[in-house]
């Protein structure tokens, strides 16, 4: 598993710099979050959100399911970008490949436009947005 989540961040990497001079931070962040999809770490990925975020219930129980019911490849490119001095949105290409834990469950592939808004605190970005939630939800066990 460590593995995939190291070659989606490596492609991560590559796609983010398509966007002319995207701050190194937001490509961290940005990097980070489809990592730590890859690890199946929910907490991680919940880290930057902000908890009062329209619809942060819902992302925190979707990435929950998620995570425990899948293996997860997750990778992201940032298509646009548009700042101003303490906010930046951007909208971005994300990619998940969802494989049932169990032996004969479920896989599906997603790929969609994520449209993320984040504010600059004192020592980093805070996702204040993201849509659509539902991209997030998990596996069907059908």
């Keep these: 598993m460590r593995r995939r989540?190291?070659?989606?961040?490596?492609?991560?990497?590559r796609s983010?710099?398509?966007?002319?001079?995207?701050n190194p931070d937001l490509v961290d962040l940005l990097s980070q979050l489809a990592?730590?999809?890859?690890?199946?770490?929910?907490?991680?990925?919940?880290?930057?959100?902000?908890?009062?975020?329209a619809d942060f219930g819902k992302l925190e129980r979707n990435i929950d399911a998620m995570t425990s019911q899948s293996d997860i490849g997750s990778s992201v490119a940032l298509l646009e970008k548009q700042e101003?001095?303490?906010e930046v949105q951007?909208?971005?290409?994300?990619?998940?490949?969802?494989?049932?834990?169990?032996?004969?469950?479920p896989y599906q592939r997603r790929r969609e436009r994520v449209?993320?808004?984040?504010?600059?605190?004192a020592k980093s970005w805070k996702i204040v947005s993201l849509e659509p939630v539902d991209f997030f939800r998990p596996l069907d066990q059908r």
């Design 115 to 121: 449209v993320c808004r984040l504010v600059r605190t």
């Design 90 to 105: 951007v909208t971005l290409d994300w990619f998940l490949e969802l494989r049932s834990k169990e032996d004969i469950g």
């Design 35 to 53: 990592a730590a999809l890859s690890e199946g770490n929910s907490s991680a990925f919940l880290k930057p959100f902000d908890r009062s975020m």
């Design 5 to 13: 989540a190291l070659l989606w961040y490596c492609l991560l990497g």
């Design 84 to 86: 101003t001095a303490q």
């Design 16 to 22: 983010c710099c398509a966007v002319a001079s995207p």
